[in-house]
Every structure is written in structure tokens, then in C-alpha cells.
């Protein structure tokens, strides 16, 4: 079984709208949670970084865990065309320092 | 804003050739870590790096890999006898006080 498993997409969506994005995770042992925008041939670049559940907002984008449920999401508003990427999720157990990260859902947004 | 470098961008070399992959993570960090990318695949961990020696690693990390931190900046992944399926992005990322890693922009190894 995969630890992190992301809907694969490809999603595309109209500017301005809701980009919603999910993960699942096995390992109970998971504490940490990000999420990464990957643009194609770049390097990840953090987004957005939690360690409980409930929702952390930045900007435009929501991050949401729910550690009962082993669910984490990730929820863009007004989005935007430079939205366009991959975005990936990853997991780490506590002092583990090691990301598990999930295969990650490409998104475009339509101007 | 600070952040990880990674040189070169592109590597190519022949199967059986050893190559270096040099980073310089972010000055502050104490953490440091290899992973790569296989093209259309998923990121997978390979190493991470702490007080000059290994904290743990994935069995994709066999004795044809090692890392180093020659000096005060530098962060090194060498691969021995480079193989075919080697060829992927490396990522090269750091830490500090918080579990938040950041990644440096890649280097795309082209094994032939």
C-alpha cells in the first residue's frame, strides 16, 4: 500500500474558480503535512506546511487535515492562470525527516 | 529570500561514469537531503544528512551512492558507476529548526 496516495487529476478549471485538492495518507505515525507546487522540469516549492488538524490559511490557499479520517486538502481560491502546476503532497512521521510525498496533481486554470 | 542552489543543471554522462551533483543548501540549515524524481514518477526520498553523517536512507541509496559536506556550503551526492535507470532529477533540499524542507531547483542526470 502507497503511504500517500493524490488524486491523480488532471484537473482544469476555469479562472477565478475553487481549485480543490486531495490526499490520503496510511501511516498513523504521519505528524507533518505540506504541500509543494511543482512547475514542470523545477524544483518543489513549499506551500504550505501543518502539523494538527483543522485548517491553516495563507492568501489564497487553504490547507486542511483531518487526522481521523488520514485526509489532507488543499484548497486554492481565485485562481489564477500562474496557478497552473503540479502540486504535490507529502507527509513525515515526527523526527523522522524523511518526506513522503504523493504522485501529485496537475492543475490548469483557463483564462 | 535565501535558498538552495544546484549545480549543474543538466549532467550527461555514459553508463558507468561516476558523477558528483553539487548543493548549496541554505546557510542556516542544520539538514540536508537528496531526493529525485524519475520522469512522470512520483518524488522519492534517498537520503538525509545531519552533523556530517547519514540519518537515514532508502534502499533506492545503495553503495553506489554517498554524500558529503566537503566544506561549509557544499553538499554533495556522488554517484560510482552511474546505470541507466539513474537517470532522473535530483533534488537536493535543506532544513533548520522547523521540518519544513525546502528544494533547490534540480539537476537533470541523463544517463547513456
Known amino acids: 500500500q502507497k503511504e500517500v496516495e493524490q488524486d491523480p487529476g488532471p484537473l482544469s478549471v476555469p479562472e477565478g474558480a475553487i481549485v480543490s485538492l486531495n490526499c490520503t495518507y496510511s501511516?498513523?505515525?504521519?505528524?507533518?503535512f505540506m504541500w509543494y507546487r511543482q512547475y514542470s522540469r523545477k524544483g518543489p516549492e513549499l506551500l504550505m506546511y501543518?502539523?494538527?488538524?483543522g485548517n491553516k490559511e495563507d492568501g489564497r490557499f487553504t490547507a486542511q487535515v483531518d487526522k481521523s479520517s488520514k485526509y489532507i486538502s488543499l484548497f486554492i481560491r481565485d485562481s489564477q492562470p500562474s496557478d497552473s502546476a503540479t502540486y504535490l503532497c507529502?507527509?513525515?512521521?515526527?523526527?523522522?525527516?524523511?518526506?513522503?510525498f504523493g504522485a501529485g496533481t496537475t492543475v490548469t486554470v483557463r483564462a | 529570500e535565501p535558498e538552495v542552489t544546484q549545480t549543474p543543471s543538466h549532467q550527461v554522462t555514459q553508463m558507468g561514469q561516476e558523477v558528483i551533483l553539487r548543493c548549496v543548501p541554505i546557510?542556516?540549515?542544520?539538514?540536508f537531503y537528496w531526493y529525485r524524481q524519475i520522469l512522470g514518477q512520483k518524488v522519492e526520498f534517498l537520503v538525509s544528512?545531519?552533523?556530517?553523517?547519514?540519518?537515514?536512507k532508502s534502499e533506492i541509496f545503495d553503495d553506489q551512492f554517498s554524500v558529503e559536506r566537503p566544506d561549509g556550503s557544499n553538499f554533495t551526492l556522488k554517484i560510482r558507476s552511474t546505470k541507466l535507470e539513474d537517470s532522473a532529477m535530483y533534488f537536493c533540499?535543506?532544513?533548520?529548526?522547523?521540518?519544513?524542507?525546502?528544494f533547490g531547483p534540480g539537476t537533470r542526470l541523463t544517463v547513456l
Open positions: 501543518t502539523y494538527s488538524s
Open positions: 501511516n498513523s505515525a504521519f505528524q507533518y
Open positions: 546557510s542556516n540549515h542544520l539538514y
Open positions: 533540499a535543506s532544513s533548520g529548526e522547523t521540518n519544513e524542507q525546502f
Open positions: 544528512f545531519y552533523n556530517n553523517e547519514i540519518s537515514e
Open positions: 507529502a507527509s513525515e512521521r515526527s523526527n523522522d525527516y524523511k518526506l513522503s
